[in-house]
């Protein structure tokens, strides 16, 4: 088994006309001068020195030809209109690439994996993007996560490309049987098993400064509301739209709801960047940025395989390792989040059946 797991993290390079580059460290440091409003404590955080925290502050000065911080006695340190475009910037740069580097990551551990004698079979599942499947990832044994939306998923499983797909349906049973018939070629093999896993709560994602005019689905189509959607494949829009067509909302008078993001964390990001006023994903998203949230739907969000699989030594391990109390206590730590029912196996009726009593 590898004693280390790779990872790989997206940030932004600058260079300026002498081929000279800016230490990509600054972007730790920019991030703890925004949350902590001092350079002794960002300098601390981003593990550097005082000294070295100045001079990459000076250095990106000269760089850019204006200052990334403002400082004033008595005051601390903010960042500038620069340094808060920049921090921006990196912040949606990871936000919309992490989870397919994420992917990209985990098919190199597998691939590592194999090469070495004795390799444990390694679990393949490919799941919608979230918070708490990537909590998956850090459990004992080897799992291949890749993120893909929920057709992809289901495909994949019904093809044998991997073992187990997430789907999440919301806990209202009219609603979820109105999201599942969208799939319902993908769900229609007898075999298929519901493995329980969280709820999570789905919503409007915004800033202080739009709570009072954005209350509901509705003001969403008042003139100079500016939303970001989620990418039209995503399950998240599929729930979305469903929300709308109840409230007999149209779609197309939303201001830029043709703009899309691949990830709740992007549309988070984008909203945080000011570059929207709205968005629509999960509670965990808004609370990493900081932001408000008003909770639209709560759901289940499943982990699927066929009837056999449960019977592979790895899928029993996942299993076990879901009940233990350090996992659900993780999961816990996520806004929004709840374990439900975590590791227990059932049919999408008795899902649906526990759902309404």
């Known amino acids: 088994m590898l004693k280390s797991r790779l990872r790989i993290t997206p940030t932004w390079l600058f260079r300026n006309e002498n081929d000279e580059l800016l230490d990509p460290i600054v972007f730790a440091l920019l991030e703890s001068i925004h949350d902590s409003g001092k350079l002794t404590q960002a300098a601390k955080k981003a593990d550097i020195s005082y000294r070295h925290a100045w001079n990459l502050l000076t250095r990106g000065e000269q760089f850019f030809g204006m200052p990334m911080v403002q400082m004033r006695k008595g005051h ?37 994996q194999q090469l070495l004698e004795g390799a444990h079979p390694v679990l ?88 009072e005019r954005v209350q509901g689905l509705a003001d969403l189509t008042r003139p100079g509301i500016r939303f970001i959607n989620r990418d039209e494949h995503s399950g998240t829009r599929v729930l979305f739209n469903l929300l709308l067509e109840e409230q007999h909302i149209d779609g197309t008078h939303i201001v830029n709801a043709a703009q899309e993001e691949f990830t709740h964390t992007a549309v988070a990001a984008y909203v945080a960047a000011g570059m929207a006023d709205v968005g629509f994903g999960v509670e965990a998203a808004a ?15 499943l982990l699927i395989c066929h009837e056999a699989q449960l019977r592979q030594p790895n899928v029993r391990q996942l299993l076990q390792a879901m009940t233990s109390d350090a996992f659900l206590a993780d999961i816990d730590k996520l806004a929004g989040y709840a374990p439900d029912k975590c590791g227990e196996i059932c049919t999408f009726d008795e899902l649906l059946k526990d759902s309404g009593d």
């Open 76 to 112: 601390g340190t903010r960042l500038s209109p620069l340094g808060e475009q920049l921090l921006w910037s990196e912040q949606r740069l990871r936000a919309r690439l992490e989870p397919q580097l994420d992917s990209m990551a985990s098919e190199l551990n597998h691939q590592l």
């Open 124 to 211: 393949r599942l490919h799941a919608s993007h979230g918070y708490a499947v990537a909590l998956l990832a850090e459990l004992p044994g080897e799992l291949n996560l890749r993120y893909c939306n929920p057709l992809e998923a289901l495909s994949a499983l019904n093809r044998g490309d991997c073992d187990l797909a997430s789907f999440h349906v919301p806990t209202f049973p009219p609603l979820a049987e109105r999201v599942m018939a969208v799939y319902q070629a993908q769900l229609a093999e007898r075999d298929l098993r519901v493995i329980r896993f969280v709820t999570r709560r789905q919503g409007l994602i915004l800033r202080a400064d739009t709570r």
């Open 287 to 301: 609370a990493q940025f900081g932001l408000e949230f008003i909770s639209l739907a709560t759901e289940h969000y």
